[in-house]
């Protein structure tokens, strides 16, 4: 089993990371609970994405796990919502989908997901999936300073990660397994087409602000970041 990550508080003391569930499927909801819960999260079940849309207004979690089709508010128009609310962009956020379609998986990380889990779900890729996207998501995550303007960005957490991936070797052609091990880390597997979604967000994001570099394809090579 992957070991949870603890969230360091004010006084230094770690506590267990707070999980929000959103699935209304419940055999894969009490699933999630018991796998998780014995890694050591704290979870919070909710079966409708309205249900959760309201609780997120007032209760900021860790982590926010959404199932692509719930009831309510779908997971993929919940996930559009949350990152339109103050400071929404610094959740981070697991999408389920149900569907193995590549191209649903690209969409959602186009929508502002930080990682994309498809059915069949296996529960340990899951967690160290959620693990990976909590050491992102700390303060002291980020591999190399971004300069401004760049560090200004609306970016959500998994994006903000790349970037400062990138910016600790601007200038250099990155691979994508490079990419993934510096995101993910060693214990989850490797989707190139997630990558590469990572990727044409941030070179969105990068070209609507202007002025915070660039990043060129180099095929089958990789990626290259040259700052401003």
């Excluded at 079966?47 to 900021?60: I, T």
């Excluded at 990727?199 to 401003?228: F, K, M, N, W």
Aim: hydrophobic share 45%.
């Amino acid at each position: 089993m992957t070991p949870s990550i603890g969230i360091a508080t004010e006084q230094g003391a770690a506590r267990r990371a707070s999980i929000l569930v959103v699935e209304s499927r419940s055999e894969l909801s009490l699933l999630l609970d018991y796998y998780l819960s014995a890694l050591g999260y704290r979870i919070e079940l909710v079966e409708r994405g309205d249900a959760a849309e309201r609780r997120l207004a007032g209760w900021r979690p860790d982590l926010a796990v959404l199932d692509w089709a719930s009831s309510g508010v779908s997971g993929i128009e919940l996930l559009r919502r949350l990152r339109k609310m103050p400071t929404g962009d610094q959740l981070p956020i697991l999408l389920l989908a149900a569907s193995r379609d590549r191209r649903d998986a690209e969409h959602a990380i186009a929508s502002g997901a930080d990682d994309v889990v498809t059915d069949p779900y296996a529960l340990g890729d899951t967690a160290a999936r959620i693990a990976a996207l909590l050491r992102v998501a700390m303060p002291h995550a980020a591999p190399a300073a971004v300069a401004q303007p760049a560090s200004a960005l609306p970016l959500n957490p998994m994006t903000r990660r790349l970037l400062g991936v990138f910016s600790a070797s601007a200038g250099h052609v990155l691979d994508r397994r490079h990419i993934h091990q510096s995101l993910w880390g060693p214990d989850v597997s490797f989707y190139r087409h997630t990558v590469d979604g990572h990727v044409a967000r941030l070179s969105r994001v990068l070209v609507a602000q202007g002025r915070c570099g660039t990043i060129t394809c180099h095929d089958e090579a990789g990626y290259r970041y040259d700052a401003p």
